[in-house]
């Protein structure tokens, strides 16, 4: 029964089931990944302090958040082009990937081929 249960808990953010992650973490409501926890920690590395929106930094500040945050794309990126590959590798068609990300099979070929 409990066995069962795991077997359905995927995480909330990026939607990988548990069999697919190295690490689950539940909260009261949801569950995170160890993926989706370092890319809220990378986030959170490129937010300063007290943090009140982006309009309330100087240019300076905002200038310096450039770099942490197109690094977090790219991880995030890196991770999304990994599963591409693994897709790919094992004859998923761009028609089934264009599917899964809600783009069509050409936007999908053109963004990871
Ligand atoms: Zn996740």
Request: aromatic content about 8%; hydrophobic content about 40%; charged content about 25%.
């Amino acid at each position: 029964m409990n066995q069962l249960r795991r077997a359905f808990l995927r995480c909330s953010f990026c939607r990988k089931p548990n069999s697919k992650v190295a690490k689950l973490i539940a909260g009261r409501r949801g569950y995170i990944c160890d993926v989706c926890v370092a890319s809220c920690n990378k986030i959170l590395e490129a937010t300063p302090p007290g943090f009140a929106g982006w309009e309330t930094l100087t240019d300076e500040q905002i200038l310096d958040a450039l770099l942490p945050a197109e690094r977090t794309v790219e991880a995030v990126r890196a991770v999304l082009q990994e599963q591409i590959d693994v897709l790919r590798k094992r004859g998923v068609s761009w028609e089934a990937i264009g599917r899964a990300l809600q783009i069509s099979r050409q936007a999908a070929w053109e963004r990871f081929s």
